[in-house]
């Protein structure tokens, strides 16, 4: 059964410093890795989605990345600014969508 | 453009009670999830509908039932809600491209679930 994890669960930094945040999931069998963002009260937003034939995405000041053979993901972050606050979750995409499997989040704030 | 959009946004019930919660996307997607979100655990497929006319169990289905009303609409209902089903619930949807996967997920606000 596929678990995802992430670390910290937690993070706050001050604004415009780089930041990484990190996915771990057990079973590297899958077709994509997705990031999202949850701001308190709200729905998820997707933000990039890398399929298992990449190694990166980039939106913006986002940066993705997945390594399957070490079951890794980590959404790095470029100068930070405070709305950039809220709960970041990966999911590890099976087929169809129905075996999305979601870490808990890392809840960032970026401290003015 | 809406999106997903779900209704109620927030509830109470008492145990035993009955209702639906409401999902309608404008997107033409064709596949449709519930899932619900508890404190400290991610995540958790309740139902999915990969296509119109079908649906399937996710992960934590009991207590649970749903419809796939058309193309746009997926509902789930709970037909005797106990306190262990206070949760937010947040319906998506996807358009799933040949092959079936490596399409995003799109959430509702969700609706907030206490059962007392």
């Known amino acids: 059964k596929q678990e995802v994890t992430q670390i910290p669960a937690a993070l706050s930094v001050p604004e415009g410093e780089n930041l990484v945040l990190n996915c771990s999931f057990t079973d590297s069998a899958i077709y994509n890795l997705q990031w999202f963002r949850q701001d308190p009260g709200k729905g998820l937003t997707s933000l990039l989605l890398?399929?298992?034939?990449?190694r990166e995405q980039t939106s913006g000041r986002l940066n993705a990345s997945l390594d399957k053979s070490s079951g890794r993901s980590t959404l790095y972050i470029a100068a930070s600014q405070p709305g950039d606050s809220a709960t970041y979750l990966c999911?590890?995409?099976?087929?169809?969508?129905?075996?999305?499997?979601f870490g808990p989040g890392t809840r960032l704030s970026v401290l003015p | 453009n809406a999106g997903v959009t779900q209704t109620p946004k927030f509830q109470v019930l008492k145990t035993g009670q009955s209702m639906t919660l409401q999902c309608a996307q404008d997107?033409?997607?064709?596949?449709m999830y519930w899932y619900r979100q508890d404190p400290g655990m991610g995540l958790r497929l309740i139902y999915y509908s990969a296509s119109e006319g079908t649906t399937d169990k996710g992960e934590v289905p009991n207590g649970y039932n749903v419809s796939r009303l058309n193309k746009r609409e997926f509902s789930l209902r709970l037909e005797s809600a106990a306190p262990s089903q206070t949760s937010v619930y947040f319906c998506a949807s996807s358009a799933p491209k040949e092959g079936g996967y490596n399409s995003p997920l799109h959430f509702g606000n969700g609706t907030r679930l206490t059962v007392t």
């Open positions: 997107m033409n997607h064709n596949s």
């Open positions: 999911a590890a995409g099976g087929h169809y969508g129905q075996n999305f499997v």
């Open positions: 890398i399929q298992s034939s990449q």
